[in-house]
């Protein structure tokens, strides 16, 4: 037998479905808004989460993943001499621009790394792709951005700066929603990409604190008609990261204090701590997780505000059937119950639908534009908490509605 509840809601079916299209409207709100939020902290990770370093050596003056200091590539001898460490890689973050075959411009963030080595893998990578990288200017590019690169399929060539550039392969699961495309290369092409047209001089002395370097750069007044071979990393070639694998059973701890002793100058990170406080910063120290949660909220007032309007309608319009069960001798418990039932049928109707809606658009969303509208288990959940207590929020005015029904307008003409 249909309960009440829903005879109230189905009685007048296009309002019935206008109010579930409010409902949907702000469910899909407030899950595409913490879905972008989650995926947009996630996406600025991916290349630290996609590394088996254990510990990240970085500047002193660091601000973010993508954002910091270099220092010369020597100091890698340093990082191996110190107890503990297995293996040390160089990471190399720059910039530049990309000229797609139609001459078109990108900014581009361009990651050097060993295609030898074993710490940095830049997503699914093949080896033919890893041995394809150590010819000369080459490049791998995620798949998403083949467009923004005007590039079409593995073998296609463009130019950063004024140097050749050849697509040797394409990876996926990469790029962050907040910076410049990514390019991954060898050491030795992502030091000529990034150096093009610069040359430097590093001059080091030695002071109470041990080796200080600095590296000067000056802008070349010639630059070859042909470009020459990339040469390998140079002692003052500048790099971001040194990459560090502990040997087995060392505690991180104090291996990260003897990095920051051997080398002055630099801080050491587990992964954890690069991942944590990479996503802090985006989440923190920038506006963008303020509007993201801005936005969510305006998503539960403007459901609120349909739910409640609906739900006192829908008593307005049937009081006379409260008051009769009043009359015959129901409780205001059995009166309330009529409508929180209500309520909660309209958040599930609502909250299904939203939420598939918004799984299909994040799909589409990651294919086409790398975009992550990431929906966990954990945040699906969070949703239907919130869009039940929408609704139950929204009956509290319907229920005082009702409490000041008199019984005796049954017996009045």
Same mark, same amino acid.
């Given at each position: 037998? $249909?309960?009440?509840?829903?005879?109230?809601?189905?009685?007048?079916?296009? =309002?019935?479905?206008?109010?579930?299209?409010? #409902?949907?409207?702000?469910?899909?709100?407030?899950?595409?808004?913490?879905?972008?939020?989650?995926?947009?902290?996630?996406? !600025?990770?991916?290349? #630290?989460?996609?590394?088996?370093?254990?510990?990240?050596?970085?500047? &002193?003056?660091?601000?973010?993943?993508?954002? !910091?200091?270099?220092?010369?590539?020597?100091?890698?001898?340093?990082?191996?001499?110190?107890?503990?460490?297995?293996?040390?890689?160089? /990471?190399?973050?720059?910039?530049?621009?990309?000229?797609?075959? %139609?001459?078109?411009?990108?900014?581009?963030?361009? +990651?050097?790394?060993?295609?030898?080595?074993?710490?940095?893998?830049? %997503?699914?990578?093949?080896?033919?792709?890893?041995?394809?990288?150590?010819?000369?200017?080459?490049?791998?590019?995620?798949?998403?951005?083949?467009?923004?690169?005007? $590039?079409?399929?593995?073998?296609?060539?463009?130019?950063?700066?004024?140097?050749?550039?050849?697509?040797? @392969?394409?990876?996926?699961?990469?790029?962050?929603?907040?910076?410049?495309?990514?390019?991954?290369?060898?050491?030795?092409?992502?030091?000529?990409?990034?150096?093009?047209?610069?040359?430097?001089?590093?001059?080091?002395?030695?002071?109470?604190? @041990?080796?200080?370097?600095?590296?000067?750069?000056? =802008?070349?007044?010639?630059?070859?008609?042909?470009?020459?071979?990339?040469?390998?990393?140079?002692?003052?070639?500048?790099?971001?990261?040194?990459?560090?694998?502990?040997?087995?059973?060392? &505690?991180?701890?104090?291996?990260?204090?003897?990095?920051?002793?051997?080398?002055? @100058?630099?801080?050491? +990170?587990?992964?954890?701590?690069?991942?944590?406080? !990479?996503?802090?910063?985006?989440? &923190?120290?920038?506006?963008? *997780? +303020?509007?993201?949660?801005?936005?969510?909220?305006? @998503?539960?007032?403007?459901?609120?505000?349909?739910?409640?309007?609906?739900?006192?309608?829908?008593?307005?319009?049937?009081?006379?059937?409260?008051?009769?069960?009043?009359?015959?001798?129901?409780?205001?418990?059995? #009166?309330?119950?009529?409508?929180?039932?209500?309520? /909660?049928?309209?958040?599930?109707?609502?909250?299904?639908? *939203?939420?598939?809606?918004?799984?299909?658009?994040?799909?589409? !969303?990651?294919?086409?534009?790398?975009?992550?509208?990431? $929906?966990?288990?954990?945040?699906?959940?969070?949703?239907?908490?919130?869009?039940?207590?929408?609704?139950?929020?929204?009956?509290?005015?319907? $229920?005082?509605?009702?409490?000041?029904? &008199?019984?005796?307008?049954?017996?009045?003409?």
């Amino acid at each position: 037998m $249909i309960s009440l509840a829903r005879k109230n809601l189905l009685k007048d079916l296009p =309002r019935f479905l206008v109010a579930q299209a409010g #409902i949907l409207f702000a469910v899909s709100l407030v899950t595409i808004q913490t879905g972008v939020l989650k995926g947009f902290t996630r996406s !600025t990770t991916l290349l #630290i989460q996609q590394s088996q370093a254990d510990v990240w050596v970085a500047s &002193d003056n660091w601000v973010n993943f993508e954002l !910091t200091e270099p220092f010369p590539y020597l100091l890698i001898r340093q990082a191996r001499q110190v107890d503990g460490t297995a293996q040390v890689e160089p /990471l190399l973050i720059g910039s530049g621009r990309w000229f797609s075959p %139609g001459n078109e411009l990108t900014t581009l963030r361009i +990651f050097g790394f060993d295609p030898d080595g074993s710490l940095f893998r830049p %997503g699914m990578v093949t080896s033919e792709g890893l041995q394809a990288l150590k010819q000369p200017y080459t490049a791998i590019i995620d798949r998403v951005n083949r467009r923004s690169f005007g $590039i079409e399929s593995v073998g296609d060539s463009a130019r950063i700066r004024s140097l050749p550039v050849r697509v040797v @392969g394409f990876t996926e699961d990469t790029q962050s929603m907040v910076s410049s495309k990514f390019v991954f290369a060898s050491l030795a092409n992502a030091s000529a990409y990034t150096t093009e047209g610069y040359s430097s001089e590093l001059t080091c002395q030695f002071e109470a604190g @041990g080796l200080n370097c600095v590296n000067t750069y000056q =802008r070349d007044q010639t630059t070859a008609a042909a470009p020459p071979p990339p040469q390998e990393l140079a002692a003052d070639t500048p790099v971001a990261y040194l990459l560090v694998e502990a040997a087995p059973g060392q &505690d991180l701890s104090a291996l990260k204090q003897r990095l920051e002793q051997a080398i002055p @100058g630099t801080r050491a +990170f587990t992964r954890a701590e690069l991942i944590e406080d !990479t996503q802090a910063y985006w989440r &923190d120290r920038t506006g963008v *997780g +303020f509007v993201l949660s801005l936005g969510a909220v305006v @998503g539960v007032m403007v459901g609120m505000v349909i739910v409640a309007q609906i739900l006192y309608t829908s008593v307005s319009e049937h009081l006379k059937e409260f008051a009769t069960l009043k009359a015959i001798g129901a409780s205001d418990w059995d #009166i309330y119950g009529v409508i929180v039932e209500q309520a /909660l049928w309209m958040a599930i109707l609502g909250y299904i639908p *939203g939420v598939a809606l918004c799984w299909g658009l994040g799909v589409w !969303t990651q294919a086409s534009q790398g975009i992550l509208i990431w $929906i966990t288990p954990v945040s699906a959940t969070g949703v239907l908490g919130i869009t039940v207590l929408m609704c139950l929020g929204s009956a509290t005015f319907a $229920i005082q509605k009702v409490m000041r029904v &008199d019984p005796g307008r049954v017996f009045k003409a």
